[in-house]
């Protein structure tokens, strides 16, 4: 799974909204390997993390609060999976309407 989770990440990470950035990190060998992929975003960050296994681990954190806004694991099996989860994410990732962001 993760050769599907990094062949992914090169196709969605050029086009995150404006304002997101994204670095991929791969994994050392292990018995079963992870690899993740880091956001920033103006005030909230986030990561997710994927096994080999195709478990995954995503979390959104608001900067100014501190406030965890995303605890979400699960499964993955396949690159349309990954989309659906990276949709999800990114909303959660974003500001709120009418939440002034301040840079």
Not at 18 to 45: H, K, L
């Amino acid at each position: 799974m993760l050769n599907t989770f990094h062949y992914w990440a090169q196709e969605a990470i050029p086009g995150l909204p404006a304002g997101v950035e994204a670095y991929f990190t791969p994994g050392t060998a292990s018995e079963n390997t992870a690899a993740r992929i880091d956001f920033d975003a103006p005030v909230r960050m986030g990561r997710i993390t994927c096994w080999d296994s195709g478990n995954f681990y995503a979390e959104i954190l608001d900067t100014e609060s501190g406030q965890n806004l995303l605890d979400r694991h699960g499964k993955v099996d396949s690159v349309a999976d990954l989309g659906s989860l990276l949709g999800s994410f990114l909303e959660t990732l974003k500001p709120s309407r009418g939440q002034t962001v301040v840079i």
